[in-house]
């Protein structure tokens, strides 16, 4: 007997998405091993996470990359720590993404040189390099050079792989940071948007494409998301990015390619919202926030990156990173999802929830082209202000309690958790040593490259012929090339455009940013506040002054600006001079403006050697009765060793009360100065 066919016709399953998984640690080798590993396990692309000296443009030796090398990411300084991270991985085979922006021409450039080496043909790489510096400079911090010729790095970038790399994106413009520092959906597609706008008026005016590829460019063009656990509007906001994309490269542009303008994203599902309290519950956060960018096939990513469950505690273990690669694949693999056209079409709700973002975000991209643009916006301090602002609208909500998330601020009680019950074990390290390791290589490198079996000729050429381009108006990845093949270093290469285009300091928008919660009479921030007042008092001052700052390279602002933001509000004096700032800066500044409190946000893992660091150069000042204050991901064990140097109190994600430790700092103060305490709750 013959088994029964279903009735209806089963249509062939469409293909699945890239799935990938953010990785790369310590050195070239240990990441070298983990994408083969995670290759055989089935995923099907690699995503590279690069760590901050390489993506701020310094050597793993320069001062400000102390705690900071192989801790996020992989470092890689030359073409030999290229090499091996690809070691026996076939890049004509590939498809590589890169988290790189500032110096993305130049991580690029390794990655032709090593292509070429191992006899791939160029003109079939694939990949993409995210190379956006607008939202470094709104929320990721890992910019180095002005607008301008940030701007000029990246159009050349377009202009070189269009003529040389046609299967590869030289531009992923990325809005997932924006969400992160707290965008709404609106923010979200339309900063992105003018971002794509400024970027390809930018090639279109370079006279470096003629018009007739113009096509080529925007097909080539694709886009980086944040998938938030709304995941309705997440997936309303994906069908309005690409009308909005539509309607801007036919309208301005004049693309009438409909291949040309299809929308093409890939997501990193929101780490945001990812809690260290209860961090189980991230495993349905994740999911439910996949679904939002895979469950509608008119708008379904191109290729998806999840989170771990424990990212908020810390590294993930290859096993947490596998766990998230195997929920794609039962939802790609196991489920029907593949094997129907759009499920959501002709839903009146999701229709009109689909129009109302367009038409919005329309109306925002309008007013920041009428400022001159998303540059201009940068500059003015806009965009940064705006995204500040609704940062501190959503912490109050949580706050308040109106914006319940499980396990922080609502249903709080739980059961002892297996998962984290030894913390040691339940996140990855980095071993403290790999730092001097990777700076002998480094050093070895650099005394080594033009001997035998390198022979690379002296970089000194290559770099003088950069910095000659770089002065000039001619594309700088030839250039950039050249120093590649010449065995230059990260540093030397982003030290050479450093002299001609300068650094920025992007502005913080923490003094422009408007009150999120009001002093209300009564209120916890109205209590909060008369304590600072009568500390100040007490101490004889004006008012309490607080130095927020962040040392190293982590240029995730967002927590210590909505620190700074609410002490402003609870009556401090706030001196925040943003990122990348070294601990001798910090405790100048701290000196020089006679702070009673500093507190230092590191959100990248260098706390360890950074905070002591601080301290130590506070007690030499003599300044031991200004008390430190930490704040970032944290792990209990490197938590109790702080306090141990010194440290009054720490903070990590799982402390949500911004008004509560604004009060716990003024306690601290008073504490410190051996006042009395105060019996005003807090």
């Known amino acids: 007997m013959t088994e029964r066919q279903p009735a209806e016709h089963r249509r062939e399953k469409d293909r699945p998405w890239l799935m990938r998984t953010y990785a790369g640690h310590s050195t070239a080798e240990a990441s070298n091993e983990l994408y083969r590993r995670n290759l055989a396990k089935g995923q099907t692309g690699l995503s590279v996470a690069f760590d901050l000296p390489t993506q701020t443009g310094y050597d793993s030796d320069h001062i400000l990359a102390r705690g900071e090398v192989g801790r996020v990411g992989v470092p890689i300084a030359h073409l030999g720590d290229m090499r091996r991270l690809f070691q026996d991985i076939p890049l004509e085979q590939m498809n590589t993404s890169m988290t790189i922006n500032a110096t993305a021409m130049w991580l690029l450039a390794l990655y032709q040189v090593v292509a070429e080496e191992q006899g791939a043909d160029i003109t079939k790489l694939q990949g993409t390099t995210q190379n956006d510096i607008v939202k470094e400079y709104l929320s990721r911090g890992t910019h180095v050079f002005p607008p301008g010729p940030s701007l000029r790095l990246t159009t050349d970038m377009i202009a070189y792989t269009v003529s040389h ?88 542009y004049g693309i009438e390619n409909p291949k040309h303008r299809r929308f093409r994203y890939g997501v ?50 290859p096993w947490d990173q596998q766990w998230s690669l195997r929920i794609q694949q039962v939802l790609a693999y196991e489920s029907d999802l593949l094997e129907y056209e759009d499920i959501f079409d002709g839903s009146k709700v999701i229709e009109a929830k689909v129009e109302e973002l367009v038409e919005s975000a329309l109306a925002e991209i309008d007013r920041i082209q009428e400022m001159g643009g998303a540059m201009a916006a940068v500059e003015s301090g806009y965009l940064k202000s705006q995204l500040v602002a609704s940062h501190a609208e959503r912490r109050g909500r949580i706050e308040s309690g109106q914006e319940k998330i499980i396990g922080v601020n609502a249903f709080e009680g739980t059961e002892p958790n297996p998962l984290t019950a030894d913390l040691d074990t339940a996140i990855q390290t980095v071993d ?181 660091d601080v301290l130590e150069r506070l007690r030499v000042a003599g300044a031991t009765d200004i008390p430190v204050i930490a704040g970032g991901i944290i792990p209990n064990g490197d938590a109790e060793q702080l306090r141990q140097a010194g440290v009054a109190a720490v903070f990590t994600p799982k402390d949500f009360d911004i008004t509560g430790i604004i009060g716990r700092i003024v306690d601290e103060i008073r504490k410190a100065n051996q006042l009395d305490p105060l019996e005003v709750p807090a």
């Open 432 to 612: 403290p040593e790999v730092e001097a390791r990777v700076i002998a290589s480094l050093q070895q490198w650099r005394d080594s490259r033009y001997q035998p079996p390198f022979n690379h000729p002296r970089p000194c050429k290559a770099l003088e012929r950069l910095k000659e381009v770089a002065r000039g108006t001619g594309n700088l990845m030839e250039a950039t090339l050249e120093c590649a093949r010449a065995g230059a270093t990260t540093g030397e290469w982003a030290g050479a455009l450093r002299e001609v285009f300068g650094e920025f300091r992007a502005p913080t928008g923490v003094s422009s940013a408007p009150v999120a919660v009001p002093v209300e009479e009564g209120s916890t921030l109205a209590l909060v506040r008369h304590k600072v007042d009568v500390t100040a008092k007490e101490l004889g001052v004006g008012k309490l002054r607080f130095l927020v700052g962040k040392p190293g390279l982590d240029g995730h602002s967002n927590g210590a600006e909505q620190i700074a933001v609410r002490a402003r509000d609870a009556g401090f004096e706030v001196v925040y001079q943003g990122i990348r700032l070294t601990p001798e800066q910090i405790v100048d500044a701290a000196l020089a403006e006679d702070v009673h409190a500093v507190g230092l946000s590191i959100l990248s893992g260098s706390h360890a050697q950074l905070v002591p």
């Open 165 to 252: 790399m046609p299967k590869w994106n030289p531009i992923n413009i990325c809005s997932y940071h924006l969400q992160e520092a707290g965008a709404t959906p609106v923010q979200e597609i339309a900063y992105a948007m003018s971002t794509a706008i400024a970027v390809l008026d930018a090639v279109r005016d370079s006279g470096q494409v003629p018009q007739e590829r113009m096509g080529d460019v925007v097909g080539r063009i694709s886009f980086f998301v944040n998938a938030g656990v709304r995941f309705i509007e997440e997936m309303c906001k994906m069908r309005a990015f690409g009308r909005i994309w539509d309607k801007v490269t036919r309208e301005r």
């Open 268 to 317: 990193q599902v929101n780490s945001l919202g990812l809690t260290e309290a209860q961090p189980e519950n991230n495993v349905q956060r994740i999911v439910l926030e996949m679904l939002a960018v895979t469950l509608s096939k008119d708008a379904r990513a191109r290729a998806v990156q999840l989170p771990a469950w424990n990212e908020a505690l810390g590294l993930p273990r």
